[in-house]
T-cell receptor, first 111, second 116 residues
């Protein structure tokens, strides 16, 4: 699986959009980009994933660059409950998911 | 559905003691996993299973054992507890079914283990 690089921490004001970047310059053509988040002391929670097209669901949007070497997770209207560690993971879409979690980005949403 | 259930939530062990962390899922998922998370770090895969009777090692399997006798249960065994095994342990599961498999992992709430 390709390696990812994320900023250690980010701040965002409540109600504003949170844009979390991820670099995955060595991504292969059959590797997907996954985003998970972990709210303090809880198990990680799946957010969204994509291959090359931009994706949106009820939680967030995922923007993947045309060359697929980087992506951005967008939380359109961040709330205090979005304060968490966000993990960007790149992996081949296969039956089982031995995901490799790095240290992620600590997003702090402030009033 | 309860999802993925882990017990116990907290446990303190003495060095050399043994214990089993229990994990059960009610989503009929074929795949199950055990991760550990040390303070300030990401998750590391200990063991995983692709179905009943089939298990395989992950990144950090030493000091642990697993079994998978049923689809629902995937217990993690610590035989001789050591301080280095102080961590938070997460169990997870995912689906095999075509069309239902987004690659999403469903995690339990974690089991906090302290070895003194």
């Amino acid at each position: 699986d390709a390696k990812t690089t994320q900023p250690t921490s980010m701040d965002c004001a409540e109600g504003r959009a949170a844009n979390l970047p991820c670099n995955h310059s060595t991504i292969s053509g059959n590797e997907y980009v996954y985003w998970y988040r972990q709210i303090h002391s809880q198990g990680p929670q799946y957010i969204i994933h994509g291959l090359k097209n931009n994706e949106t669901n009820e939680m967030a949007s995922l923007i993947i660059t045309e060359d697929r070497k980087s992506s951005t997770l967008i939380l359109p209207h961040a709330t205090l409950r979005d304060t968490a560690v966000y993990y960007c993971i790149v992996r081949v879409f296969s039956g089982y998911s031995t995901l490799t979690f790095g240290k992620g980005t600590m997003l702090l949403v402030s009033p | 559905n309860a999802g993925v259930t882990q017990t116990p939530k907290f446990r303190i062990l003495k060095i050399g003691q043994s214990m089993t962390l229990q994990c059960a899922q009610d989503m009929n998922h074929n795949y199950m996993y055990w991760y550990r998370q040390d303070p300030g770090m990401g998750l590391k895969l200990i063991y995983y299973s692709v179905g009943a009777g089939i298990t395989d090692k992950g990144e950090v399997p030493n000091g642990y054992n697993v079994s998978r006798s049923t689809t629902e249960d995937f217990p993690l065994r610590l035989e001789l507890a050591a301080p280095s095994q102080t961590s938070v342990y997460f169990c997870a599961s995912s689906s095999l079914l075509a069309g239902a498999n987004t690659g999403e992992l469903f995690f339990g709430e974690g089991s906090r283990l302290t070895v003194l």
